[in-house]
């Protein structure tokens, strides 16, 4: 059974190797061990299967906790939100313990929102030791799902090949020792789409057979055709045989129209939809390499070295068909390329005093690419400075109401590259029944990024347009395929994003005093402080509200101060510095018996 904690107040779970081997753990990753920490759960209702940080610690806020391998953080800030990113996870089998902190914290930790998860890996002994092992997940071995037999389908495609190894040992006896680790993973996941696109009459121009969800013929109006009625308001006049007329669909819209997929299914609607489904399987693959070293230098000096290396690749499916431009569902080719290094130093001064001093960075270039990164825009009849002034040569979206759209999803495209330099020192000292410990930490991140939302456009298009009055459009009126071949375009957007380069730093110093009072009293005191580098962009073109000037526009009896200003050299952020970050901790445990102990924190 495990140990009643009798000496600190934190709340939390460690769990041991044999556990984290012997325990069922279907994705085979080790930040699932998250889940097994009373007061943990998914977040908004997910599955306690993450991967990430996205999880609920005793009511804080998702998705800001702080994740430490050997005692150096694996994570990054999310771009312009406060959300921690996990950027590495080692295998489960390279983790010796794994410990998850969710409250009353000592003074030792910061920067986190909400837990602290601290993982150290394996190393070396005296003996070598090694493991290797496959794991397989096929649908063969599943049954099939409950919809699946009420449609009588066959169950979905699925395949998961994971295969590695572990092996550590001396190099010199009692003085270095290594320790390594490789892991292979190979997945094909089924990927299904249900749309519903513009059947093959509405390609034509004919609405003659298109209803509403009542059986309700949706009657087309002709918006260069209008007239002002008895009551003075203009109107719209019927398209004759509620059919666009060839002479009248524009050109860019029928280019447009012929990237749309034709439908290849019997829709179960008299309104037509779902009348396209499509099936995939999209391949993925991951390696993870982790290497570790430990060297005595004497009796009291130890340095330790990790470096871990991991690449996943994935490669989903046009569904659409090999080289279509128009591709439109959220994903493209992906790939992530993570660096993990840490070094530790430590020195046992006496049997009373340890240094340690820690160095780790964290760096890892990801990308996801559209289908098609060479589509020529002019090719549908769009403007040349389109063209020229765009970030990306990619199909640009095209959304009309009640259909599913085409082309490339806005944001779905990212360059990112990031990482983080943290530097952590201490000194642990031990006075009578104290414990003292004092430090602190430095971290630097930067973070390159680009995600462009619409660089080649976004057109949409309203059924309105198509409807009797221009105001209002009844549940049986117009048709946005129809509009969009009239030409007559909705809202639409045409993004310049360039790529951003912003860096920020963090500062932090703590003291611990664990006052063991008493065999069955123990005080837990200490108290940090923290100190956030506003975030700053590398070429400065960041912007911000100033508040305090008068802008350009004056009126009598009001404030109009306001003014938006870029950063410049004598500002190059655009947010305050906070000086007043100060963190007292105190907490208690208490030992009634040996069975029961009390426990309280601040």
């Not at 990308?367 to 640009?396: C, E, H, Q, W």
């Not at 990112?416 to 201490?426: F, G």
């Not at 976004?458 to 030409?487: H, Q, V, W």
Request: proline content about 5%; aromatic content about 14%; cysteine-free.
């Amino acid at each position: 059974a495990a140990l009643v904690n009798t000496t600190i107040a934190n709340l939390g779970q460690v769990v041991e190797n044999k556990y984290i081997l012997s325990l069922p753990n279907i994705a085979r990753s080790a930040m699932s061990l998250t889940y097994m920490t009373p007061g943990v759960v998914g977040s908004g209702g997910r599955a306690n299967t993450d991967n990430n940080t996205n999880f609920v610690a005793n009511g804080s806020r998702n998705s800001t906790s702080d994740v430490l391998i050997d005692g150096v953080t694996v994570t990054t800030v999310e771009q312009n939100s406060g959300i921690t990113d996990l950027k590495f996870s080692p295998s489960v089998d390279a983790v010796q313990e794994f410990k998850m902190q969710t409250n009353f914290f000592s003074a030792e930790y910061g920067q986190t929102g909400g837990a602290v998860v601290n993982m150290v890996t394996k190393s070396g002994t005296n003996d070598i030791h090694g493991t290797g092992y496959y794991f397989l997940r096929h649908s063969d071995l599943n049954s099939n799902a409950w919809f699946n037999n009420r449609n009588n389908r066959p169950r979905t495609y699925y395949r998961r090949d994971q295969l590695g190894g572990v092996l550590g040992g001396p190099v010199i006896k009692n003085k270095t020792f290594f320790f390594g680790s490789y892991e292979y993973t190979k997945s094909k996941s089924p990927e299904t789409q249900t749309q519903t696109f513009p059947t093959l009459l509405q390609r034509e121009g004919d609405f003659s057979q298109t209803f509403n969800s009542s059986g309700a013929l949706m009657n087309l109006y002709n918006p260069f055709d209008t007239f002002t009625n008895a009551a003075g308001n203009i109107e719209r006049r019927p398209l004759a045989g509620n059919i666009v007329p060839k002479a009248m669909m524009d050109p860019v819209a029928l280019k447009f129209l012929s990237y749309w997929p034709k439908p290849n299914q019997a829709s179960t609607s008299i309104t037509q939809t779902n009348n396209w489904y499509e099936q995939v399987v999209n391949p993925s693959t991951g390696h993870q390499t982790n290497m570790k070293a430990d060297h005595n230098f004497t009796e009291k000096d130890r340095l330790s070295g990790r470096y871990s290396y991991n690449k996943g690749r994935g490669n989903p499916a046009n569904l659409f068909g090999e080289g279509n431009p128009a591709y439109t569902f959220n994903a493209g080719p992906n790939g992530a390329d993570t660096h993990s290094t840490v070094f530790e130093f430590t020195r046992v001064q006496s049997a009373t005093t340890i240094w340690t001093a820690r160095y780790g960075r964290t760096y890892q270039n990801y990308f996801r690419n559209p289908m098609v990164t060479d589509f020529d825009i002019t090719t549908l009849g769009l403007p040349k400075y389109m063209k020229d002034t765009s970030t990306l040569a990619v199909f640009p979206t095209i959304q009309p109401a009640d259909y599913s759209d085409i082309g490339t999803e806005g944001w779905v495209v990212m360059d990112r590259q990031e990482s983080v330099h943290h530097l952590s020192y201490q000194m642990s000292k031990f006075v009578g029944g104290h414990s003292l410990k004092f430090g602190g930490e430095h971290r630097r991140n930067f973070l390159d990024y680009a995600q462009p939302g619409y660089p080649s456009g976004f057109f949409s298009f309203s059924r309105g347009i198509t409807g009797k009055d221009r105001f209002s459009t009844p549940g049986n009126e117009g048709n946005s395929i129809a509009t969009m071949l009239l030409g007559w375009w909705g809202s639409n957007q045409f993004h310049i994003d360039p790529k951003v380069f912003t860096r920020s730093a963090y500062w932090g110093f703590f003291f611990q005093d664990d006052w063991k009072i008493t065999r069955k009293l123990t005080l837990n005191l200490g108290v940090r402080y923290d100190f956030d580098v506003p975030r700053w962009e590398t070429l400065d073109r960041q912007s911000y509200w100033d508040l305090d000037t008068q802008s350009a526009v004056k009126a009598t009896g009001y404030d109009t101060r306001g003014v938006m200003k870029f950063v410049n050299s004598e500002r190059r952020s655009p947010f305050d510095k906070d000086m007043d970050n100060w963190a007292p901790r105190i907490g208690l445990a208490y030992a009634m018996d040996s069975k029961t102990s009390i426990r309280a924190g601040y």
